[in-house]
């Protein structure tokens, strides 16, 4: 993950840096004194990516509020004051993933996590959070607030799920799988053509419903130490364009040994993907038949790692494109099954 941070004063730079030395696994980027805070805020609203504002809430609240826009697209916003004590996450808690972050910072420092999200404070089940977890699309976002009531409220939440969607866990209490699809509250499709021919077959769908519908396809990728966000984001869209731009997509994956590595981790916060990470020997242990290397072999320990990145990333899944390369840059694409892996 790279988080992108700006401080204005010596206590805020010194928490800052604790920071950074304490959580070897992420990459903190700090903003350039050449750049104005407006300048710098809008990019990283362009670019999608988490910021770390360690200041009093006031300042974060006017830097961002020419950019804030929607949901769906707004970048994480966190707030750290200058002690370190408490941190808060004021904008795209579930969906960007700000909440998550918060709590993770919080376990790095020692910091108390200030939540303000209804669902959160209520202990409840967020129907956005479920969505990004299992890879759904949200087809109708402003409903999502309806469902939450119902959660908060402690009212039990109808869900619909197509046959064609494996259920793998469990639904915990207050959550109830339905077959009448224009009674539940939410209903889950396997694909957009199938969400269409429910469609037609009921005559349209509940409004008071909130409708999902599955990311099925996974990018693995590959590439050398230092390649560029543009480097790399012109190669997807040469390979993998009908995909990236049409809500497709449930995550991208690769190993562990990039997870530092800044082009790569721009290039999923620009395009709101998750990135996931497998280490050689959970790709080594994948069966089936993959493209081989010796010379990604000896640097990496595995002999290939997009065509398997994308498999341990997909739910019981297939290489639909295999390995295409290009000036140290390999991508391949696979295709999962439909599935709901976790609830909460």
């Known amino acids: 993950m790279i988080i992108n941070v700006v401080s204005f004063s ?53 830097a961002i509020a020419p950019f804030v826009d929607s949901k769906l697209t707004d970048s994480p916003v966190i707030v750290m004051d200058e002690k370190g004590n408490n941190v808060i996450p004021v904008l795209s808690g579930h969906l960007g ?61 109808k869900v619909f799920v197509d046959a064609k969607v494996k259920v793998l866990k469990e639904a915990p209490k207050g959550i109830i799988l339905t077959d009448d699809i224009m009674g539940a509250d939410v209903t889950i499709h396997p694909d ?5 021919k429910k469609q037609e077959m009921f005559f349209g769908m509940p409004n008071d419903a909130l409708h999902l519908v ?34 497709k997509v449930y995550c991208m994956a690769t190993i562990d040994l990039k997870k530092k590595e800044r082009g790569l981790l721009e290039l999923a916060s620009y395009h709101r993907l998750m990135l996931k990470f497998f280490d050689k020997d959970e790709l080594n242990e994948l069966e089936g038949t993959f493209t081989s290397s010796s010379f990604v072999e000896s640097i990496t320990g595995t002999a290939n790692v997009c065509e398997r990145a994308a498999m341990a990333a997909a739910v019981e899944g297939e290489i639909v494109m295999g390995k295409k390369m290009s000036d140290g840059k390999t991508i391949a694409l696979a295709k999962r099954k439909p599935a709901i892996m976790q609830w909460l």
């Open 97 to 157: 993933g700000a909440n998550d972050i918060a709590k993770h910072i919080c376990d790095v420092i020692l910091a108390n996590p200030v939540l303000t999200t209804a669902t959160d404070v209520a202990g409840a089940f967020a129907v956005d959070n479920f969505a990004k977890n299992n890879g759904f699309a949200i087809i109708n976002p402003k409903v999502i607030k309806m469902v939450s009531a119902k959660s908060i409220q402690a009212e039990t939440i």
């Open 214 to 247: 599955s990311k099925n396809y996974v990018i693995g990728i590959g590439c050398k130490k230092d390649k560029s966000f543009l480097e790399l984001n012109d190669f997807i869209n040469e390979h993998v364009i009908d995909y990236i731009n049409s809500d």
């Open 192 to 196: 957009m053509d199938s969400y269409k």
């Open 10 to 62: 010596k206590e805020g730079e010194k928490i800052a840096d604790m920071l950074c030395q304490k959580d070897q696994d992420n990459l903190y980027v700090f903003k350039e004194k050449s750049v104005s805070l407006s300048e710098w805020t809008k990019n990283c609203f362009f670019m999608h990516m988490p910021m770390l504002f360690i200041c009093a809430c006031g300042i974060a609240v006017r």
